[in-house]
């Protein structure tokens, strides 16, 4: 996967690109060393967000740019959840980096990356899963969301909203749409709070949001 | 003093935007010559917030602006003003480094960062 954005690379004012996997994270990247992967990650969470709002309000949606003082960042989809982000030089061709991100979604697409490639991610590196963790024999999953988890869920969408704005609806259908495919059931509902507060960032707000539901989860 | 409508009356004129809206940061509008804000205004509000995180988290020092390029070309920017918001929709057919340029003057009159004009948030009142 590296050689693709490798050939980003060679384009005059690009510093380099990232691919990001919003369930995996980061899976390659070949930016100086003086942006960190665990900061790179974060970015590209920032850009799969703000690329799927823009997809909410614009279903033709091709590419993101941020344009900062001193740098560009440009964001394509590539696939559902993978993105490809780029981070140029002010001065660089938005053209001849456009097309290059049309072939290279090409040959992601047909190229056959999400199997073997993209299976490891930051290249060789096998994540600390791969490492300890047997294969697991295929569990069966509850992925019906009863009427009172419903009721509950929902409860805790409004709660979020008076904590991240207009910003709650998003996040919360993402988190929950994850956790609900690893089991909609009650006694997984800390996994759920926990990924909620990871997302709020802020562990003063992540602690109010906690008291706002407590009730509801009492009730529940 | 200008207004927040005589400010999106001017950006409108601008050559090569097709319409705009102006909004404060916590989503009120202010001025619009486009029919349906909404579908713009909620994505604002995300976008400054988002563009903020991100040039904190890599540490960059301001965000000029956003934009959402479309396969209609219509695309649409978000330029942070201040404690306001400013959406452009661009015609199709336009010249978008000109258009920026036209529209990089007009902030710089009302904003009071990244310029040499000093005028206040009330500009918009």
């Given at each position: 996967m590296m050689h693709l954005i490798d050939e980003l690379k060679?384009?005059?004012?690009?510093?380099g690109a990232c691919i990001f996997d919003t369930?995996?994270?980061?899976?390659v990247t070949n930016l100086p060393?003086?942006?960190?992967p665990e900061r790179l990650s974060v970015v590209g969470k920032h850009l799969a967000k703000l690329y799927a709002a823009g997809r909410m309000s614009?279903?033709?949606?091709?590419d993101l740019t941020l344009t900062y003082d001193e740098s560009v960042i440009i964001a394509r989809e590539l696939e559902k959840n993978t993105l490809i982000f780029a981070i140029c030089d002010p001065s660089f061709n938005h053209n001849l980096l456009s097309m290059s991100f049309n072939l290279l979604q090409e040959e992601f697409k047909s190229g056959g990356f999400s199997s073997a490639e993209a299976a490891s991610p930051m290249e060789d590196q096998p994540s600390p899963t791969q490492q300890q963790e047997p294969v697991k024999p295929p569990e069966t999953v509850n992925k019906s969301v009863s009427p009172e988890l419903k009721q509950l869920m929902e409860e805790m969408k409004s709660a979020l909203a008076k904590i991240l704005g207009p910003m709650a609806e998003f996040v919360f259908d993402e988190v929950a749409e994850e956790w609900v495919e690893d089991g909609a059931d009650f006694s997984r509902m800390e996994s759920l709070i926990g990924q909620l507060e990871q997302e709020i960032g802020d562990e003063k707000k992540a602690e109010e949001y906690k008291q706002l539901i407590a009730p509801f989860l009492k009730n529940y | 003093m200008a207004t927040a409508k005589d400010f999106v009356a001017r950006i409108n004129r601008v050559?090569?935007?097709?319409g705009c809206l102006l909004i404060k940061?916590?989503?009120?509008?202010?001025?619009?010559?486009?029919?349906?804000p909404e579908v713009y205004s909620t994505l604002m509000l995300i976008s400054g917030g988002q563009a903020d995180d991100i040039m904190h988290k890599i540490g960059f020092?301001?965000?000029r602006h956003l934009s959402f390029s479309r396969l209609n070309n219509r695309h649409f920017y978000v330029f942070p003003i201040n404690n306001y918001l400013l959406g452009i929709v661009q015609r199709s057919d336009c010249y978008i480094p000109d258009m920026l340029d036209a529209v990089y003057r007009l902030i710089g009159r009302v904003s009071?960062?990244?310029?040499d004009v000093d005028v206040s948030n009330d500009e918009f009142s």
């Open positions: 060679v384009i005059p004012g690009v510093v369930r995996e994270g980061l899976r060393v003086i942006f960190k614009f279903s033709d949606l091709t | 050559d090569g935007v097709a940061d916590d989503g009120v509008l202010l001025g619009q010559t486009l029919e349906d020092s301001y965000c009071t960062k990244r310029t």
